[in-house]
């Protein structure tokens, strides 16, 4: 029987296993942040075990981070805290870090893929849950818990159960003003939040190849919000020509001899998977979420269902939202434009794409944040910055910023915000916070109208 891609990169990475129970896993890339890593650390220097692989670790600041004024001392102190003990813990071992006003500084799972680190075929683990990010690569990619953590610092390997294979097919033409966005929103939506518990799930078909790198990253990254441990899409040209040239990627001829193995990297025609879904691609509609988990969405021109389970319940009168109702018109006060879903050079193109020559609604506070320095820098090159600012929204500097409200921009209590990040449960934003989940094109076209409408209406 044939192999899946995910057998393919797994098997690759299996350094040892116990008969009918765990394997061992080697991790070629280990990325940390400072809100995960202090604890796995400490873990480590209390019993004198030293880091055995800081080659393989890269590090950077994101979770805690000022998005205003980030060349000042950080005001909030658990931050500065924080900051300051990832810096320190970097320095003792030995381990790079692109921390606060690094040239490559930005969230984890949006420097990486452009820094050349993420690459195809690799196994890598982050003390984040959106890891599954970086399997848009065709690489396997996941999330871990503080332990795994220490873990991977004292031996550069993980100790495994094997999951099970999904792979979900979409075939067909999005219609227009549908993003990646919509697609992994409306996968979720059909299949709920517990339908990958326990899988790996590959997306195949026309719409994944047809979709760029940053498109691939946006559905990966939600991949954790149907339960999967991760997603992953098959290494292609379009991978090949993202990763050449790229800062850490490798060069030449050992660049043309990784292609050659990655171009392997793909299922066999008679692998089988344990799961299987198939969803046609002109049934998708740009999405909204309308509830406090990401499974809770609808076509943008839809009415909230009808159920009488009680959590279902819960969750409508935390948003103020009544079952059988539309959401266009809503007044929406705040829109959120960032996060590892969605801060990458093209979700801001496609805003400027919009908002050029128009202006944002006077009740709507409008922020963008890019994911990185990098993106910073490729937004002023191509003189975006000029449409946003003309345009009235908010020009940020990088970081997690209001996806998690981890840091100083949270969203006020019982306020809507419809937001480019990966979730909307209760408190996320902020306390007391409503979340209504998009794409940037429907958060674009919100600031601009101050309310929810069908941007499929404008579109030629």
Known sequence: MGKTLFDKVWDAHVVDEIPNGPQILYIDKHLIHEVTSPQAFAALAERNIPIARPDKTVATADHNTPTLNQHLPIQDPLSRSQLEQLTENCKKNNITLYGLGHKYNGIVHVMAPELGITQPGMSIVCGDSHTSTHGAFGSIAFGIGTSQVAQVFASQCLLLEKPKKMRITVNGTLKKGVLPKDVILYIIAQLGTNAGTGYFCEYAGEVFENMSMEGRMTVCNMSIEMGARGGMIAPDETTFNYVKGRKFAPKGEEFDQKVAYWKTLRTDDDAEFDQEYHFDASEISPMITYGTNPGMGIAINEKIPHQEDPSFKKSLAYMDFKAGDSLLNTPINYVFIGSCTNARIEDFR????????????????????????????????????????????????????????????????GEYCVSTSNRNFEGRQGQGARTILASPLVAAATAIEGKLIDVTKQLN
């Open 350 to 413: 496609v805003v400027a794409d919009y908002v050029k020559g128009k202006q944002k609604a006077s009740n709507v506070h409008a922020w963008l944040v890019p994911g990185s320095r990098e993106v910073v820098k490729q937004i002023e090159e191509e003189g975006l910055n000029k449409i946003f600012n003309e345009a009235g929204f908010q020009l940020r500097q990088p970081g997690c910023s209001a996806c998690l409200a981890m840091n100083d921009d949270k969203i006020p209590e």
